[in-house]
């Protein structure tokens, strides 16, 4: 059985509106940009490459040098981004299709702290079994991103509209797996002041790798 071509598509065109003018993801942490620190713990896995959606044709200031060194990854426009979360995905997706992806991996650039253990398990868990059409992280019952979908689901991904997401469509899959992780902690996202706060906290004293 050939080898399973699975993309990242990392959503980095959300506006910030709950943090005023400030771009959420250019704010500092653990000595680097909150935007990055998740797209280079991703450029550590076995993802063949990643998508990076943005609002605009310019390479991200919150992308740090080492990145840009990288050839995993690329930023991809989406013009329609204000529109909501699904214009976003719909934008991956179409260019994870034209790559000629088996399945791909929806990240969000606001949730700094993912680890490599469950982005590999997400991986295993699908290459393992190639019919499921979706392989969630879960918390506290909970699904949660990253989120794993296979190319069955693409059609049904392309049709999603405004802020909803990819949430109906998990919600409704009977071929769907989700992973139970018993931290919560890598799956906190920043929304607000009292996240960024509360996630420097918890970040404190704690190196980059």
Not at 106 to 119: E, G, K, N, T
Not at 121 to 140: G, K, M, P, W
Not at 149 to 175: V, W
Not at 180 to 190: R, S
Request: with cysteine.
């Amino acid at each position: 059985m050939s080898k399973s071509r699975i993309i990242g598509i990392y959503l980095a065109a959300g506006r910030s509106s709950r943090m005023g003018k400030k771009n959420k993801l250019d704010l500092p942490l653990l000595d680097d940009c909150l935007g990055s620190i998740a797209l280079k713990t991703i450029m550590q896995t076995d993802l063949d490459f990643t998508i990076v959606i943005t609002p605009t044709s310019e390479v991200p200031s919150w992308i740090t040098p080492p990145l840009l060194l990288n050839k995993k990854w690329c930023s991809f426009l989406c013009t329609e981004a204000e529109q909501g979360q699904a214009y976003s995905l719909r934008c991956g997706v179409m260019k994870a299709m034209s790559m000629e992806a088996d399945a791909v991996i929806v990240f969000l650039a606001d949730q700094p702290l993912i680890s490599r253990q469950i982005i590999h398990q997400l991986i295993h868990t699908y290459t393992s079994n190639r019919d499921l059409e979706v392989v969630a992280s879960s918390f506290n019952g909970i699904s949660k991103p990253p989120i794993l979908f296979s190319h069955q689901a693409f059609p049904k991904l392309l049709e999603l509209e405004g802020d909803i997401g990819a949430r109906q469509l998990l919600k409704k899959s009977k071929r769907k797996v989700c992973i139970e992780f018993n931290d919560e902690v890598p799956f906190m996202d920043v929304d607000n002041e009292e996240d960024y706060s509360l996630i420097r906290k918890l970040t404190m004293g704690r190196d980059e790798n």
